[in-house]
């Protein structure tokens, strides 16, 4: 193994297609249903919503789909990434374990969200839309498609879950010095907006709320149509550039990984990490660990039901099924707002079925001790999203250390936390409360699910 | 010349010494003189503050100075940084110009500082110091100095402009996240502080007496040294690492820059950028132009007096002969607390006169535009600092789409802007206000400057 803590590639490595794990799948993923009728969608129901190349990648089974020149013209400004082994963090744990990390906060705007963001805003160029609408929570979404709008010359619209507008100017300010627009939401803009305000004048919002309010936005214009930042199958295709950049940087520090390790609030960071190689081990009839690590106080993986639900709180969307809290689900207040959705990405939620990845949460307060312990040996403050895939990668370093085993951990560092900057505060003062839903909880956020026959 | 955007390079071409541009020059600069006798100043008058490594590099007259295999190792992490060619920018000013800047901002802490950071704590650390203490003012360097102070084991105490410490927790987060100490001063800590609390019980705190309060702290404590993030000739040194890996990053592009330019407040990032490039020109009797930009609320270079001056409010430190507006200038509220500093650094103003640089300076709302449009067009917000550097680079590549010339420029993006988004804001609500002193002004700021008989 090399010395090295740092493994960059040149340009030339930058991956030329995004990896398809569904072509490797041993069985397939249930459809996604029209709400209506029961029955699967088909393109033309998902035309008003997105462009016609991002609807056939979202149903695509070819192995590997090529990403355009002009998308990977952009992503070359910070891609690839670089890869650290976290040799200062080993020697504080004592491991034998080998820690990796995949840094995703060198991209524009400080986590992996650019990588779908650019491809997004490039197809929808491509097809003549002018304007893209899309929802966010803390704003890293939104952050990430205000800039890819701006690349490519096209109006964004923000929808902000209102409690995060009001508490994350700084994300706010990013966003609109990209030149796009955000809009608090529940907003006046939208009916999804205005029911919600009529019946709760006071809703601070929820992703969900959001949601409806720009699909609803996008399916009124011709001009507009909607952009999702997780969940999707073509946004975890996207991110898989994180995955397939680290195993050439793997080759070059000749080791390879046992166990991989992502947070989760749609999925996407998580898969874009952990495809390329759940691929590879599933060619290779290999074993390999990957571990999606979600908030105890938004549990979709972990506590959630594998149903079909809606994706939206408005019920303007198709059914997609997914470990789901429940599309009413609005999680308490903690910092991490990018973890917040109440499903799960379906192909996420079908690999835990299929026993290919585990899932286990923690409360915030143990996540920012282990954020806190990783930036003060590295140097990075990461986002409170990676949090919880620092403390699940410690946690498994200390698991190597106690059983006398040296594993080679590989965790994807998806953001830093330069804009979160509030919730170390809050963390350092003791301000943080940690919740943890029970069995009786989440059954009744789920009495709600729609009845589907399937 | 090359199609590429981004110049990357390993490891492998980590500079391993820095460069001191003292042993290239005509003629060498004045000394530092003790301000009691007027006499030179000898290492021994330096060693409470600094520890003799240090005080050796400040004096040195060898072309390279070695870095320490410990310093590059932490440098490793960040280091080299990416070299690019603002070609989206380029394209939006129809400029025949080629632009590239050197793109600082991906180090842990998002500026150059953590450059001479670590190699202050390296070899504070290496002496047996157990205790650092600084000053800062927007907390670039505090910031920086906590990483580094972190990463070598060492207590850091941080004295952070008061205004600054009220007006952004989040930099003060990022500090104390690092597990740094942060005192808003002045203090009740030093006889400094308590002087200016007595007479003035709701200052707001300068860069002047910050200084103040970490030299008087750091002279009366054995285990404790003082550390400064410019200014002084080691700390310059230090940065060289930035124009010596943009020479080779340019050989990559198959370019040379006829143009430098560089944001200057005590200096540091400006010199590191330039220096290498200043000392191959000089070396090989070459023509180069270097710019040095700065606000015009606080113009040392621009309209400050070259003349020996104490580099504190308190008078605890040596005079050095630099442009300066005088110890006791406050300069007016503006968004670029980095370049609020009453001098320039010694061997900067010294290149002035010697004519081997310009400078010019700039209102914030003409550098907040100038950040906006680049970040618009290439993804990245700059801090406000650099803003200066961006706005300088604008205007020279329209002169050279005026004058119908294909000139290279080469500016230093010196950090990103993450943690200024107050700024922003307020730049976008039209609440920047714009100052520039007159010649009268800078006169009674000069009121005060020592007798010196040099």
Redesign the interface.
């Known amino acids: 193994m090399s010395d ?3 493994f ?1 590639l ?2 030339s490595h930058l991956p030329e297609a995004w990896y398809n794990l569904v072509s490797d799948l041993p069985e397939q993923p249930p459809p996604v249903l029209h709400p209506g009728t029961g029955e699967p969608v088909g393109p033309d129901d998902l035309a008003p919503l997105f462009p016609m190349q991002i609807i056939l990648q979202e149903v695509a089974t070819d192995q590997y789909v090529p990403i355009p020149e002009e998308v990977r ?2 992503y ?3 891609r690839p990434t670089p890869l ?1 082994r976290a040799r ?1 963090l080993e020697e504080a744990l004592g491991t034998p374990a080998r820690i990796y990390y995949k840094y995703e906060g ?1 991209s ?1 705007t ?1 986590s992996h969200k650019p990588n779908t963001a650019v491809a997004q805003a490039f197809y929808n160029k491509q097809e003549g839309v002018s304007r893209l609408t899309t929802e966010t929570g803390a704003g890293q979404w939104g952050s990430a498609l205000a ?1 890819a709008g ?2 490519f010359g096209l109006e964004v619209d923000v929808y902000m879950v209102k409690v995060s507008y009001e508490q994350k ?2 994300r706010r ?2 966003i ?4 796009a627009r955000c809009v608090p939401s529940p907003s006046q803009e939208t009916k999804s907006g205005r029911a919600i305000l009529a019946e709760h004048p006071d809703s601070t919002g929820s992703l969900g709320i959001a949601i409806s309010e720009a699909v609803e936005t996008a399916a009124m214009r011709e001009d507009t149509k909607y952009s999702l930042g997780s969940v999707l199958n073509h946004v975890l295709m996207h991110q898989t550039v994180i995955g397939q950049e680290a195993q050439l940087q793997l080759e070059q520090a000749d080791d390879y990984p046992d166990i991989l390790i992502g947070c989760t609030g749609g999925g996407s960071n998580f898969s874009g990490l952990s495809f390329p190689f759940l691929g590879k081990a599933l060619r290779e009839g290999k074993e390999l660990r990957a571990i999606a690590v979600e908030p105890a106080a938004c549990p979709s993986l972990t506590k959630g039901r594998y149903a079909f639900d809606f994706g939206d709180t408005g019920h303007l969307t198709p059914l997609v099924k997914m470990h789901t809290l429940g599309s009413t689900f609005v999680p308490p207040p903690f910092h991490a707002g990018g973890l917040r959705y109440h499903g799960m990405a379906p192909l996420v939620s079908h690999l835990q079925e299929l026993g290919l990845i585990e899932s286990r949460a923690y409360t915030q307060t143990e996540v920012f001790a282990a954020g ?1 312990e990783f ?7 990461p986002a409170p999203e990676a949090n919880h895939a620092v403390k699940a990668t410690i946690d498994e370093a200390i698991r190597c250390r106690e059983e006398g085993v040296s594993q080679a951990i590989l965790f994807n560092l998806c953001g ?1 936390g ?2 979160d ?2 919730a ?2 809050d963390y ?1 003062a003791g301000k943080l409360e940690d919740h943890e839903y029970s069995e009786d909880e989440v059954a009744m956020a789920l009495a709600g699910l729609p009845a589907v026959a399937v």
Chains 1, 2 share one sequence.
């Open positions: 090295q803590v740092k960059v040149d340009e013209s952009v070359r400004q910070w650290y200062r060198v524009p400080g800039f701006g690349i100017p700084y300010g990013l609109e010095a990209f030149g806190v930036a003060r040996v590295e140097g990075i403050l830093h330069h804009f900057m509030q170390y505060i350092f």
